[in-house]
Nanobody, 121 residues
Framework: QVQLVESGGGLVQAGGSLRLSCAAS????????MGWFRQAPGKEREFVAA???????YYADSVKGRFTMSRANAGNTVHLQMNSLKPKDTTVYYC???????????????WGRGTQVTVSS
């Protein structure tokens, strides 16, 4: 059974940092792209960052220079280091995995259940 489990969310003040993690299990994800997405209430889920199986990273313009995505554990764990957080970054963050184009289109084959990030002003 494929599972993606996010962790690391929480409450932080504006300007602070959080590190999200996503652990994948149930199959080998080393040849899959993995990504982070977020969804505010009443809005569509949006792409935040992705990392290919080869380690190339891609970021939404809104987080470029502040967020860094990395991969570990033979490709089955990804992290999202979030620095200089802003109140508008507040929402639920989801981990996803799948083929590169699907991940970059915010339509990965597999989803985690999400972790809440709240940034206070």
């Amino acid at each position: 059974q494929v599972q993606l489990v996010e962790s690391g969310g929480g409450l932080v003040q504006a300007g602070g940092s959080l590190r999200l993690s996503c652990a994948a299990s149930g199959r080998t994800f080393s040849r899959y792209a993995m990504g982070w997405f977020r969804q505010a209430p009443g809005k569509e889920r949006e792409f935040v960052a992705a990392i290919s199986w080869s380690g190339s990273t891609y970021y939404a313009d809104s987080v470029k220079g502040r967020f860094t995505m990395s991969r570990a554990n033979a490709g089955n764990t990804v992290h999202l280091q979030m620095n200089s957080l802003k109140p508008k970054d507040t929402t639920v963050y989801y981990c996803g995995a799948g083929q590169s184009r699907a991940v970059e289109s915010a339509k990965p084959a597999y989803w985690g259940r999400g972790t809440q990030v709240t940034v206070s002003s």
